[in-house]
């Protein structure tokens, strides 16, 4: 080999070195700036729930009771004080029950409807409960409104069957409950409605 091609081939070997060393480098710089740009949006909350913004999202949305939370009606003994059987004693406590508190609600107006392909129309007092926090509650006021109309579409929808045997009536709630959360859903994101109870129920 002489000494000219000695020379040529020598620049050409730095130059492929300093290429691998510069990809390597800009390797590092893109796989670092992917983890912190990561680990910054994860913190601020824009991906994943954590951060400020995703507890703040969080704690937004109503909160399941715990039993022992739960605000029970206390017996009252003679000029409106607590009885004795509720001074200073425990609430009695047996096996199984629900994991969380029940609150209820009781739609003021009752709902008159026409049973689908009958002449037969029915009347019903409807109460709501839910295990979550009082925000549900709040939800169905403001949305009143709706709620009934829902409630209403629900009924028409109803045939005989459904009226006049337990197990009718059952199907009924049940509808009743997936109408109720489809609307505070629709205007509020979450539902929350654990069931519904029929506090009047007559078919004419």
């Known amino acids: 080999m002489s000494e000219t091609e000695a020379t040529a081939a020598t620049p050409k070997k730095k130059g492929g070195a300093m290429k691998w060393l510069l990809i390597g480098t800009g390797l590092i710089v893109l796989i670092g ?24 999202a969080a704690a937004d949305i109503p909160q399941l009771v715990p039993k022992s939370d739960e605000v029970r009606a206390v017996a009252k003994g003679e000029g409106g004080e607590e009885g004795d059987a509720g001074a200073g004693m425990p609430t009695p406590k047996g096996q199984g029950g629900d994991k969380y508190a029940s609150t209820y609600y009781q739609l003021e107006k009752e709902f008159t409807s026409n049973l689908r392909e009958s002449v037969h129309f029915v009347q ?29 579409m629900a009924l028409g929808e109803t045939g005989e069957d459904d009226v006049f045997t337990a197990d009718g009536k059952k199907k009924l709630q049940k509808r009743l409950v997936a109408a109720i959360n489809g609307v505070l859903k629709e205007k509020e994101g979450f539902g929350g409605i654990g069931n519904v109870y029929f506090t009047n129920f007559i078919v004419q």
């Open 33 to 56: 700036g992917g983890v912190g740009g990561g680990l910054y949006a994860a913190n601020s909350g824009l991906i994943g729930g954590t951060g400020a913004q995703g507890a703040a």
């Open 124 to 152: 019903v007092g409807v109460a709501i409960s839910t295990p979550y926090d009082s925000r549900v509650i709040e939800n169905i006021k403001t949305h009143e409104l709706a709620v009934r109309s829902a409630i209403l």
